[in-house]
């Protein structure tokens, strides 16, 4: 069974440093996409970044570029968001996702829609 459980939110002032956890099991990262999302009070869930190992592809939107860094710790079996120079945009609930890698193209994983398997999601929250 696949499980995804995110840690590390909180409240942080603007221009502070976050890292979000996401413990995985029930899988294996080569075989899958991980993915980032996020939703903020009254707007629709948007892709922040993903990462497959198979072919080492990262990719992050646009608002988080050169500020969030996603990794994936095999030994572990978990992955990271460090979110750094964080704004007030940011305050969100911060979800991580997957999705075998063979089933979906590169090019549609930043679509929630794509995604099977989610964690219960992480509020981070950033003061001005």
């Known amino acids: 069974e696949v499980q995804l459980v995110e840690s590390g939110g909180g409240l942080v002032q603007a221009g502070g440093s976050l890292r979000l956890s996401c413990a995985t099991s029930?899988?294996?990262?080569?075989?899958?996409?991980i993915g980032w999302f996020r939703q903020a009070p009254g707007k629709e869930r948007e892709g922040v970044s993903y990462?497959?190992?198979?072919?080492?592809?990262?990719l992050y939107s646009d608002s988080v570029k050169g500020r969030f860094s996603i990794s994936i710790d095999k030994a572990k079996n978990t992955v990271y968001l460090q979110m750094n120079s964080l704004k007030p945009e940011d305050t969100a609930i911060y979800y991580c996702?997957?999705?075998?890698?063979?089933?979906?193209?590169?090019?549609?994983?930043?679509?929630?829609?794509?995604?099977?398997?989610w964690g219960q999601g992480a509020q981070v929250t950033v003061s001005s």
């Open positions: 996702a997957a999705v075998p890698t063979y089933i979906v193209a590169h090019s549609l994983l930043f679509l929630e829609s794509v995604y099977d398997y």
């Open positions: 029930g899988f294996s990262f080569d075989d899958y996409a």
């Open positions: 990462k497959t190992s198979v072919d080492d592809t990262t």
